[in-house]
Protein backbone atom coordinates (compact mmCIF):
# COMPACT_ATOMS: atom_id res chain seq x y z
CA UNK A 1 0.00 0.00 0.00
CA UNK A 2 1.71 3.35 -0.93
CA UNK A 3 1.48 6.42 1.10
CA UNK A 4 -0.49 8.57 -1.63
CA UNK A 5 -3.31 6.45 -1.99
CA UNK A 6 -3.86 5.76 1.87
CA UNK A 7 -3.70 8.83 3.24
CA UNK A 8 -6.42 10.34 0.92
CA UNK A 9 -8.76 7.70 2.16
CA UNK A 10 -8.10 8.49 5.92
CA UNK A 11 -9.01 11.94 5.32
CA UNK A 12 -11.86 11.48 3.34
CA UNK A 13 -13.23 8.51 5.79
CA UNK A 14 -12.56 10.89 8.36
CA UNK A 15 -14.76 14.15 6.52
CA UNK A 16 -17.20 11.96 5.99
CA UNK A 17 -17.80 10.69 9.70
CA UNK A 18 -17.89 14.34 10.49
CA UNK A 19 -20.89 14.52 8.46
CA UNK A 20 -22.56 12.28 9.26
CA UNK A 21 -22.28 13.42 13.24
CA UNK A 22 -24.11 16.68 11.39
CA UNK A 23 -20.81 18.88 11.47
CA UNK A 24 -20.84 22.14 9.68
CA UNK A 25 -17.26 21.45 7.52
CA UNK A 26 -17.28 24.65 6.30
CA UNK A 27 -13.91 25.35 7.85
CA UNK A 28 -12.46 28.70 9.17
CA UNK A 29 -9.08 28.84 8.13
CA UNK A 30 -5.61 29.58 9.45
CA UNK A 31 -2.50 29.60 8.10
CA UNK A 32 1.07 30.34 9.79
CA UNK A 33 4.58 29.61 8.81
CA UNK A 34 7.72 30.74 9.13
CA UNK A 35 10.97 31.46 6.87
CA UNK A 36 14.83 30.83 7.97
CA UNK A 37 17.90 31.98 6.60
CA UNK A 38 21.26 30.93 8.54
CA UNK A 39 25.07 31.95 8.50
CA UNK A 40 26.62 28.40 9.56
CA UNK A 41 30.21 27.42 10.20
CA UNK A 42 30.47 23.42 10.50
CA UNK A 43 33.78 21.08 10.77
CA UNK A 44 35.04 18.97 7.93
CA UNK A 45 32.92 16.44 7.79
CA UNK A 46 30.56 15.90 4.95
CA UNK A 47 26.97 15.62 5.90
CA UNK A 48 25.36 12.02 6.15
CA UNK A 49 22.54 14.32 3.76
CA UNK A 50 25.13 14.52 1.41
CA UNK A 51 26.51 10.54 1.89
CA UNK A 52 29.42 11.45 4.26
CA UNK A 53 29.67 9.97 7.55
CA UNK A 54 29.01 13.64 9.70
CA UNK A 55 26.64 14.00 12.00
CA UNK A 56 25.55 17.20 11.32
CA UNK A 57 22.61 18.71 8.80
CA UNK A 58 25.54 21.13 7.49
CA UNK A 59 29.35 20.23 6.27
CA UNK A 60 31.92 22.35 4.36
CA UNK A 61 30.69 22.02 1.54
CA UNK A 62 27.36 24.03 1.86
CA UNK A 63 28.17 27.46 2.19
CA UNK A 64 28.18 29.67 5.34
CA UNK A 65 25.03 31.70 4.51
CA UNK A 66 22.00 29.49 3.30
CA UNK A 67 18.15 29.85 3.10
CA UNK A 68 17.35 26.70 5.29
CA UNK A 69 13.47 25.97 4.93
CA UNK A 70 10.28 27.33 4.24
CA UNK A 71 7.39 26.12 6.50
CA UNK A 72 3.75 26.50 6.04
CA UNK A 73 0.72 25.34 8.24
CA UNK A 74 -3.18 25.36 7.50
CA UNK A 75 -5.23 24.96 10.00
CA UNK A 76 -8.67 24.25 9.42
CA UNK A 77 -11.29 24.79 11.81
CA UNK A 78 -14.68 22.82 11.17
CA UNK A 79 -16.55 23.37 14.60
CA UNK A 80 -15.08 23.86 18.00
CA UNK A 81 -14.17 19.77 18.01
CA UNK A 82 -13.33 19.20 14.68
CA UNK A 83 -9.83 20.64 12.55
CA UNK A 84 -7.67 19.61 9.96
CA UNK A 85 -4.01 20.06 9.73
CA UNK A 86 -2.04 20.04 7.03
CA UNK A 87 1.55 21.46 7.22
CA UNK A 88 4.40 21.12 3.86
CA UNK A 89 8.32 22.25 3.77
CA UNK A 90 10.41 23.53 0.79
CA UNK A 91 13.80 23.71 1.15
CA UNK A 92 17.26 22.99 -0.86
CA UNK A 93 17.82 19.72 0.19
CA UNK A 94 14.28 18.26 -1.07
CA UNK A 95 14.62 16.69 -3.98
CA UNK A 96 11.31 17.66 -5.02
CA UNK A 97 11.15 20.91 -3.71
CA UNK A 98 8.49 20.72 -1.63
CA UNK A 99 7.13 18.13 0.82
CA UNK A 100 4.47 17.32 3.43
CA UNK A 101 5.33 16.88 7.01
CA UNK A 102 1.80 16.01 8.18
CA UNK A 103 -1.70 15.62 6.97
CA UNK A 104 -4.15 14.91 9.50
CA UNK A 105 -8.10 15.42 11.12
CA UNK A 106 -8.19 15.48 14.40
CA UNK A 107 -11.81 15.57 16.74
CA UNK A 108 -11.61 17.04 20.25
CA UNK A 109 -15.42 16.56 21.92
CA UNK A 110 -16.11 18.63 24.66
CA UNK A 111 -16.55 17.30 28.59
CA UNK A 112 -17.99 18.40 31.22
CA UNK A 113 -17.08 15.87 33.04
CA UNK A 114 -13.38 14.31 34.65
CA UNK A 115 -13.24 12.26 31.77
CA UNK A 116 -12.53 13.67 28.15
CA UNK A 117 -10.98 11.91 25.00
CA UNK A 118 -9.78 13.15 21.62
CA UNK A 119 -8.66 11.19 18.42
CA UNK A 120 -6.52 12.07 15.37
CA UNK A 121 -6.31 10.24 11.58
CA UNK A 122 -3.73 10.79 8.58
CA UNK A 123 -0.35 11.06 8.45
CA UNK A 124 1.39 12.97 11.66
CA UNK A 125 4.31 12.56 14.22
CA UNK A 126 3.05 10.34 17.04
CA UNK A 127 3.16 11.84 20.45
CA UNK A 128 6.81 10.80 21.92
CA UNK A 129 9.11 13.79 22.02
CA UNK A 130 8.99 16.23 24.79
CA UNK A 131 11.02 19.26 23.25
CA UNK A 132 9.33 19.34 20.02
CA UNK A 133 6.35 21.55 20.13
CA UNK A 134 6.51 23.99 17.86
CA UNK A 135 5.69 24.93 14.21
CA UNK A 136 7.05 22.14 11.90
CA UNK A 137 7.85 20.02 14.71
CA UNK A 138 10.99 22.67 15.71
CA UNK A 139 12.14 23.04 19.42
CA UNK A 140 11.40 26.39 21.04
CA UNK A 141 14.40 25.51 23.05
CA UNK A 142 17.45 25.07 20.04
CA UNK A 143 17.56 24.72 16.66
CA UNK A 144 18.95 21.16 16.61
CA UNK A 145 16.93 18.34 18.13
CA UNK A 146 18.39 15.92 20.36
CA UNK A 147 19.64 12.86 18.92
CA UNK A 148 16.41 10.47 19.89
CA UNK A 149 14.37 13.04 18.64
CA UNK A 150 15.98 13.62 15.12
CA UNK A 151 15.83 9.69 14.55
CA UNK A 152 11.69 10.17 15.51
CA UNK A 153 11.20 13.00 12.83
CA UNK A 154 13.55 10.82 10.29
CA UNK A 155 12.11 7.92 10.39
CA UNK A 156 8.61 7.69 12.49
CA UNK A 157 5.30 8.64 10.82
CA UNK A 158 2.18 7.44 12.20
CA UNK A 159 -0.14 7.19 9.21
CA UNK A 160 -3.33 5.84 10.89
CA UNK A 161 -5.22 6.67 13.67
CA UNK A 162 -4.12 7.57 17.72
CA UNK A 163 -6.42 8.22 20.57
CA UNK A 164 -6.18 9.79 24.04
CA UNK A 165 -8.26 9.47 27.42
CA UNK A 166 -7.48 11.85 30.09
CA UNK A 167 -8.82 11.70 33.36
CA UNK A 168 -8.57 14.70 36.11
CA UNK A 169 -8.60 14.01 39.75
CA UNK A 170 -7.46 16.07 42.84
CA UNK A 171 -3.73 14.40 42.44
CA UNK A 172 -3.34 15.88 38.53
CA UNK A 173 -4.69 14.10 35.19
CA UNK A 174 -3.90 10.82 33.59
CA UNK A 175 -3.77 10.11 30.56
CA UNK A 176 -3.93 6.63 28.14
CA UNK A 177 -2.71 7.07 24.69
CA UNK A 178 -3.01 3.95 21.68
CA UNK A 179 -2.48 4.21 17.94
CA UNK A 180 -2.69 1.94 14.90
CA UNK A 181 -0.76 2.41 12.46
CA UNK A 182 0.63 1.08 8.91
CA UNK A 183 3.17 2.43 6.10
CA UNK A 184 6.41 2.49 8.69
CA UNK A 185 8.17 -0.69 7.73
CA UNK A 186 11.58 0.69 6.91
CA UNK A 187 12.06 2.41 10.15
CA UNK A 188 15.20 1.15 11.99
CA UNK A 189 17.32 1.38 8.91
CA UNK A 190 18.85 4.43 9.45
CA UNK A 191 19.82 4.39 13.08
CA UNK A 192 21.27 1.05 12.21
CA UNK A 193 23.01 1.39 9.05
CA UNK A 194 23.91 5.30 9.60
CA UNK A 195 23.58 5.80 13.40
CA UNK A 196 22.57 8.02 15.63
CA UNK A 197 22.72 12.24 14.07
CA UNK A 198 21.21 15.62 15.12
CA UNK A 199 19.54 17.54 13.01
CA UNK A 200 16.12 19.44 12.92
CA UNK A 201 15.27 18.58 9.15
CA UNK A 202 12.08 15.84 9.98
CA UNK A 203 11.63 13.36 6.84
CA UNK A 204 9.02 14.67 4.18
CA UNK A 205 6.52 12.01 3.83
CA UNK A 206 7.68 11.47 0.01
CA UNK A 207 10.88 11.60 0.24
CA UNK A 208 13.78 9.06 0.30
CA UNK A 209 16.33 9.36 2.61
CA UNK A 210 20.33 9.15 2.20
CA UNK A 211 22.68 6.27 3.57
CA UNK A 212 26.17 7.07 3.51
CA UNK A 213 28.46 6.51 0.91
CA UNK A 214 30.82 4.35 3.12
CA UNK A 215 27.59 2.15 4.01
CA UNK A 216 26.61 1.94 0.32
CA UNK A 217 30.21 0.47 -0.97
CA UNK A 218 30.31 -1.60 2.23
CA UNK A 219 27.34 -3.31 1.10
CA UNK A 220 28.14 -3.21 -2.55
CA UNK A 221 25.68 -1.37 -3.57
CA UNK A 222 25.20 1.64 -5.90
CA UNK A 223 25.96 5.02 -4.57
CA UNK A 224 24.15 7.65 -3.53
CA UNK A 225 21.88 4.64 -1.56
CA UNK A 226 18.50 6.00 -0.63
CA UNK A 227 16.06 4.37 1.79
CA UNK A 228 11.96 5.15 2.14
CA UNK A 229 10.64 5.39 5.48
CA UNK A 230 7.00 5.60 4.78
CA UNK A 231 5.55 2.60 2.52
CA UNK A 232 3.88 -0.53 3.78
CA UNK A 233 5.95 -3.91 2.58
CA UNK A 234 4.49 -6.48 4.70
CA UNK A 235 0.82 -5.78 5.28
CA UNK A 236 0.78 -6.20 8.89
CA UNK A 237 -0.28 -3.01 11.51
CA UNK A 238 2.31 -0.96 13.54
CA UNK A 239 1.43 0.05 17.07
CA UNK A 240 1.97 1.81 19.99
CA UNK A 241 0.49 3.15 23.20
CA UNK A 242 1.46 5.34 26.16
CA UNK A 243 0.49 6.72 29.67
CA UNK A 244 1.14 9.91 31.36
CA UNK A 245 0.69 11.96 33.99
CA UNK A 246 0.78 15.95 34.26
CA UNK A 247 0.27 18.14 37.43
CA UNK A 248 -0.35 22.09 37.00
CA UNK A 249 2.90 24.05 38.83
CA UNK A 250 4.52 20.44 38.97
CA UNK A 251 5.35 18.79 35.39
CA UNK A 252 4.31 16.01 33.72
CA UNK A 253 5.68 12.10 33.01
CA UNK A 254 5.12 9.86 29.71
CA UNK A 255 5.75 6.21 29.19
CA UNK A 256 5.60 4.74 25.57
CA UNK A 257 6.20 1.47 24.16
CA UNK A 258 6.12 1.52 20.27
CA UNK A 259 6.05 -1.74 17.60
CA UNK A 260 5.83 -0.90 14.22
CA UNK A 261 4.92 -5.19 14.07
CA UNK A 262 7.56 -5.66 10.98
CA UNK A 263 8.38 -8.50 9.19
CA UNK A 264 11.91 -8.78 9.00
CA UNK A 265 12.19 -10.96 6.15
CA UNK A 266 9.50 -9.18 4.27
CA UNK A 267 11.10 -6.65 1.36
CA UNK A 268 9.83 -4.32 -1.51
CA UNK A 269 11.14 -3.85 -4.93
CA UNK A 270 13.87 -1.22 -3.71
CA UNK A 271 13.41 -1.82 0.54
CA UNK A 272 12.89 -4.11 3.37
CA UNK A 273 11.02 -4.40 5.95
CA UNK A 274 12.78 -3.83 9.33
CA UNK A 275 11.53 -5.22 12.82
CA UNK A 276 11.42 -1.84 15.56
CA UNK A 277 10.41 -1.82 18.81
CA UNK A 278 11.24 0.25 21.71
CA UNK A 279 10.42 1.96 25.09
CA UNK A 280 10.49 5.88 25.82
CA UNK A 281 10.41 7.52 29.00
CA UNK A 282 10.28 11.15 29.78
CA UNK A 283 9.94 14.10 32.70
CA UNK A 284 9.33 18.10 31.83
CA UNK A 285 9.28 20.58 34.77
CA UNK A 286 8.96 24.09 35.21
CA UNK A 287 10.55 25.74 38.23
CA UNK A 288 9.92 29.00 37.34
CA UNK A 289 11.85 30.96 34.86
CA UNK A 290 13.59 27.05 34.09
CA UNK A 291 12.21 24.38 32.59
CA UNK A 292 13.94 20.94 32.73
CA UNK A 293 13.49 17.79 30.39
CA UNK A 294 14.65 14.60 30.27
CA UNK A 295 13.77 11.43 28.04
CA UNK A 296 15.56 8.41 27.34
CA UNK A 297 14.83 5.79 24.41
CA UNK A 298 15.64 2.04 24.49
CA UNK A 299 14.76 -0.46 21.68
CA UNK A 300 16.57 -2.89 18.87
CA UNK A 301 15.78 -2.91 15.46
CA UNK A 302 16.45 -6.01 12.53
CA UNK A 303 16.05 -7.59 9.02
CA UNK A 304 16.65 -10.66 7.73
CA UNK A 305 16.67 -10.28 3.85
CA UNK A 306 18.92 -9.38 1.10
CA UNK A 307 21.29 -11.99 2.67
CA UNK A 308 21.61 -10.10 5.86
CA UNK A 309 20.85 -10.93 9.76
CA UNK A 310 21.22 -7.57 11.24
CA UNK A 311 19.75 -7.17 14.31
CA UNK A 312 20.97 -3.79 16.36
CA UNK A 313 20.21 -2.28 19.64
CA UNK A 314 19.85 1.29 20.61
CA UNK A 315 19.62 3.78 23.05
CA UNK A 316 19.79 7.55 23.29
CA UNK A 317 19.30 9.99 25.81
CA UNK A 318 19.70 13.64 27.21
CA UNK A 319 18.78 16.53 29.64
CA UNK A 320 17.90 19.97 28.81
CA UNK A 321 17.95 22.66 31.24
CA UNK A 322 16.06 26.44 28.99
CA UNK A 323 15.80 29.66 31.37
CA UNK A 324 13.56 32.77 30.32
CA UNK A 325 14.62 36.28 30.77
CA UNK A 326 12.18 38.87 29.70
CA UNK A 327 12.81 38.24 25.67
CA UNK A 328 15.71 35.31 25.83
CA UNK A 329 15.77 32.28 25.99
CA UNK A 330 19.23 29.89 26.90
CA UNK A 331 19.64 26.14 26.74
CA UNK A 332 21.93 23.92 27.48
CA UNK A 333 21.25 20.45 26.26
CA UNK A 334 23.88 17.04 26.90
CA UNK A 335 22.91 13.54 24.84
CA UNK A 336 24.59 10.54 24.73
CA UNK A 337 23.63 7.90 22.78
CA UNK A 338 25.03 4.01 21.32
CA UNK A 339 24.07 1.30 18.79
CA UNK A 340 25.33 -2.57 19.30
CA UNK A 341 25.12 -5.38 16.94
CA UNK A 342 23.45 -8.36 18.14
CA UNK A 343 25.45 -10.60 15.96
CA UNK A 344 28.57 -8.86 15.64
CA UNK A 345 30.52 -7.67 18.88
CA UNK A 346 33.09 -5.93 16.87
CA UNK A 347 30.51 -4.41 14.37
CA UNK A 348 31.83 -1.27 12.37
CA UNK A 349 28.56 0.32 12.65
CA UNK A 350 28.42 -0.35 16.83
CA UNK A 351 28.98 3.24 17.73
CA UNK A 352 29.17 5.62 21.64
CA UNK A 353 29.04 8.85 21.64
CA UNK A 354 27.46 11.97 23.10
CA UNK A 355 27.14 16.11 22.74
CA UNK A 356 26.75 18.60 23.92
CA UNK A 357 24.35 22.02 22.68
CA UNK A 358 24.48 25.24 24.02
CA UNK A 359 21.94 27.57 22.10
CA UNK A 360 20.67 31.60 22.92
CA UNK A 361 17.47 32.88 21.78
CA UNK A 362 15.82 36.78 21.53
CA UNK A 363 12.23 37.04 20.69
CA UNK A 364 11.94 40.78 20.89
CA UNK A 365 9.07 40.78 18.61
CA UNK A 366 6.37 38.06 17.83
CA UNK A 367 7.40 37.66 14.00
CA UNK A 368 11.01 37.51 14.61
CA UNK A 369 13.48 34.36 16.57
CA UNK A 370 17.33 35.35 16.37
CA UNK A 371 19.36 32.25 17.84
CA UNK A 372 22.75 31.28 18.06
CA UNK A 373 23.80 27.76 18.92
CA UNK A 374 27.03 26.17 19.19
CA UNK A 375 27.44 21.87 19.24
CA UNK A 376 30.36 19.85 19.77
CA UNK A 377 29.52 15.85 19.37
CA UNK A 378 32.04 13.46 20.19
CA UNK A 379 31.37 9.43 18.53
CA UNK A 380 33.45 6.71 18.19
CA UNK A 381 32.53 4.72 15.24
CA UNK A 382 34.27 1.45 13.19
CA UNK A 383 33.21 3.06 9.73
CA UNK A 384 35.44 5.78 10.41
CA UNK A 385 38.56 3.67 9.57
CA UNK A 386 36.28 2.15 6.62
CA UNK A 387 36.15 5.14 4.91
CA UNK A 388 39.44 6.62 5.42
CA UNK A 389 39.68 8.61 8.95
CA UNK A 390 42.59 8.11 10.49
CA UNK A 391 41.06 7.13 14.42
CA UNK A 392 37.50 5.43 14.75
CA UNK A 393 37.13 8.41 16.89
CA UNK A 394 35.96 12.22 16.03
CA UNK A 395 35.21 15.38 17.19
CA UNK A 396 32.51 17.50 15.42
CA UNK A 397 31.61 21.09 15.79
CA UNK A 398 28.42 23.09 14.12
CA UNK A 399 27.80 26.78 14.91
CA UNK A 400 24.69 28.10 13.25
CA UNK A 401 23.26 31.47 13.60
CA UNK A 402 19.53 31.46 13.06
CA UNK A 403 16.86 34.46 11.70
CA UNK A 404 13.63 33.05 11.68
CA UNK A 405 10.91 35.09 10.30
CA UNK A 406 7.07 34.27 11.50
CA UNK A 407 4.04 34.86 8.90
Known amino acids: MRLGHLLPAIVLLCLCGARAMAFDLTPDVALDGYIDARLIASSDQTSWLRGGLGKFRFGPDRGNFRFVEGVLQADASFSDELYLIAVARAEPDQRSGVDALEAYVGYTPKSDGDVSWSMKAGAF ?28 GEELRTIGGEGIVKWRTDLGTFSAMGS ?214 LTENQFQLSAKVFF
Not at 125 to 152: H, Q, R
Not at 308 to 323: E, G, I, K, P, W
Not at 348 to 364: C, K, M, Q, R
Request: aromatic fraction near 12%.
Open 125 to 152: FPTISLENDDIGWTSPYTLTASALNTWV
Open 180 to 393: LFCCNDPAGVLVADRGWVMDDRPAGLFERQRLPDATARMFHAPVPMRTGEFDEIDNRVGWYWGLGWQMEDVGKITVVNYNNDGADDAVSARDASWATRFWSVGARTQLGPVTLIAQGLTGDTGIESFGADHYTDFQAAYLLVSYQLDDWTMSLREDAFQTRSEQNPASPFNEDGHALTIAVSWTAYQWLRLTGEWIVMSSRKGEYLLDGYASPN
